[in-house]
């Protein structure tokens, strides 16, 4: 597939709109469809003045503005996806929408055309069975915002084709995406590594250990976080970081290393979403009134080390069960979510046997599975080995 193949995007909401502005910044003619008209005007609206205010800021030319617009079209048939040699769709995170949209999408485009799901939390095989022929169908996962986030998860499902798979990535790259290839298993890699970052700052939060702008300031000033876990929430919004942490919670048959907290479930049913609601953990506006972190710097370090701890076991767990290369998921992490190193290294750093030792404190104290230590990281102490 070259520069001058159509792109096809279906799904006009922010990440729609963005994968639409990174095809077309690239050279691409991009059609993006979405059932809703309104949706269109409003993507199409909120396109323009994003792109507007990259000019001010002198950050664009107008010329290099006015191209990447003129390359988009926003259109209410999808039946013109007929020419597009690449489709991404980025529509609700619904099973049952997806497979509808790629079975009338399949009619319409060309044999050779590439398909791909923009799913964070479904899986590639669930999906493809929407397919008379997904050899041509994979997840190709960007991150919000699409233009500025650099990590794309390259995902294979089952019956997905090698060349597909080559093909769809040397694309993306060329996009000057970073790509990571990660098996088709839930939450791909980021979304997985990640989850200790949540729920274990929310368990010591429900334990009492520290109050929330404490954690957040302890990840950030002494873990080197660029957000806090509760700030992060907050901005992801509730509604939606929940349901990842339920979706992968029930696709792991209810692993407790993914269980989610009554204290966000609750949160979501009182309407307390984060920063687009004006309350999360944090208040937003103007007469918001947080309180100070307690910068102990002793609470602080152990704070760290609990989290940390838990993030580079999960970060083991999806090497052992070769969800992806260990580059590839230090690679995610630092590139997809802004980590400040990558796991896996930074347990290097940090000496395999001492993870292993404060994650087997854990499970001695608390008697649960949620604290296992990985078996690669046994094995690796017991070896003597390190990750490089």
Known sequence: MDQSATVGVIGAGTMGTGIAQVASTYGHEVLVYDAYAEQLESAEEGLRSILQRQVEKERMTQEE?????DRISFVEDITGFGECGLVIEAVVEDLEIKKDVFQRLEGIVSRDCIIATNTSSLSIASISSAFKRPG?????????????????????????????????????????????????????????VARPFYSEAIRLYEEGY?????????????????????????????????????????????DPRFKPSFT???????????KKSGKGFYEYGDHADNAEPT??????????????????????????????TIEDVDLAMTEGVNYPKGLLKWADEIGL????????????????DRYRPNPLLKKMVRENKTFY
Request: glycine share 8%.
């Open 65 to 69: 503005v006015d191209g990447i617009l």
């Open 136 to 192: 041509r169908f994979l997840g190709i996962h960007f991150f919000n915002p699409a233009p500025l986030m650099p990590l794309v998860e390259i995902v294979p499902g089952i019956p997905t084709k090698e060349d597909t798979v080559k093909t769809a990535r040397k694309l993306i790259d060329d996009w000057g995406k970073t790509t990571v290839l990660a098996k088709d298993t839930p939450g791909f890699i980021v979304n997985r």
């Open 210 to 254: 520290a109050d929330v702008p404490t954690i957040d300031w302890a990840m950030k000033e002494i873990g080197g976080f660029r957000m806090g876990p509760f700030e992060l929430m907050d901005f992801i919004g509730h509604d939606v970081n929940y349901k990842v942490t339920e979706t992968v919670f029930e696709e792991f048959f209810y």
């Open 264 to 274: 966000q479930k609750r949160m979501v049913e009182a309407g307390y979403l984060g």
């Open 295 to 324: 910068k102990d710097e002793e609470l602080g370090q152990k704070i760290v080390n609990r989290i940390l701890t838990m993030l580079i076991n999960e970060a083991c767990d999806a090497v052992f069960m070769n969800v992806a």
């Open 353 to 368: 046997q001492e993870v292993l030792d404060r994650i087997s404190r854990l499970q001695t104290e608390y008697r649960e």
